[in-house]
């Protein structure tokens, strides 16, 4: 038995899938946790492998170079330099990866270069155009703070819904997802309810997955409020996005409603 278990394979290699993501929970090799996230056949084993890495290097190189794409929009999503994503938008050409950096590129001159400069697919130019078009409540965020701190007073979230509308302002505050003071501004629209609550539930629902620890756990004290069975449904339609199905039932698990609670025990069946 000693001798059978010195040449057995490591747990991260199992050909069972489980086995590998608990074994990747345990791992704290970078090295290994980059090759699980680039190439291990589970979509779950590797966003778990991408959540654990931090090193922005590495992640870019998974966003640039794993083999699917489920892993690379997850690490595009832990990448903290807007100069970095703009440089993969412009390597890369894959729709939903651009789509992925372009959520979190709030900076207006990198867009607009972007926006003019031919190196990048006509696609890529598109959206870099399509994103600086709410310029205008980009300035007024600048005027107030800085255009990586929205504001998030009821008073003031109230104001720029009357002049945005709803819908257009969870939008806008969704770019900002890698700010506190976004997840807590769209709270407030979550809590006014409406479609505009639905779209802002996908920003927030993003957030649990940032590495930003304090961002994170913003977005889970955001949508552990939920109580309106519309909005509990919204979340829990998310769970079928495998990066997000553990964080949103970790949110479920401190809703006190039917539907949170039915989920929940069925997960633990």
């Not at 079928?240 to 989920?263: E, Y």
């Amino acid at each position: 038995m000693a001798l059978q278990g010195l040449f057995s394979s490591p747990n991260h290699e199992s050909k069972n899938p489980e086995v590998r993501l608990a074994a990747v929970r345990e791992l704290n090799d970078t090295a290994i946790l980059a090759k699980i996230a680039k190439e291990d056949s589970s979509s779950r084993v590797r966003i778990a492998a991408v959540e654990k890495i931090t090193d922005q290097d590495i992640l870019s190189d998974i966003a640039l170079n794993g083999n699917e794409i489920d892993a690379r929009i997850a690490a595009v999503e832990r990448i903290e330099s807007q100069e970095e994503l703009a440089r993969i938008i412009k390597i890369r050409k894959n729709f939903q990866l651009m789509g992925a950096c372009f959520t979190k590129i709030t900076d207006r001159d990198i867009l607009e270069r972007i926006a003019h400069d031919k190196e990048y697919n006509m696609s890529a130019r598109r959206m870099a155009i399509e994103n600086y078009a709410n310029e205008a409540y980009l300035t007024e965020i600048e005027e107030k703070k800085s255009h990586t701190d929205p504001p998030t007073s009821p008073e003031e979230v109230d104001d720029l819904i009357e002049k945005y509308g709803a819908d257009n302002l969870a939008r806008a505050l969704g770019r900002f997802r890698g700010s506190k003071s976004a997840i807590v501004a769209l709270g407030e629209i979550i809590r006014k309810g409406g479609d505009a609550a639905e779209t802002a539930i996908e920003y927030v629902a993003k957030g649990l997955t940032y590495s930003n620890k304090e961002v994170a756990e913003a977005a889970q004290e955001v949508l552990a409020k939920l109580t309106d069975g519309v909005l509990i449904a919204k979340l829990i339609s998310l769970m079928d996005n495998s990066r997000l199905r553990d964080k949103i039932l970790d949110v479920l698990r401190k809703i006190d409603h039917p539907d949170a609670r039915q989920i929940v025990e069925s997960a633990e069946e």
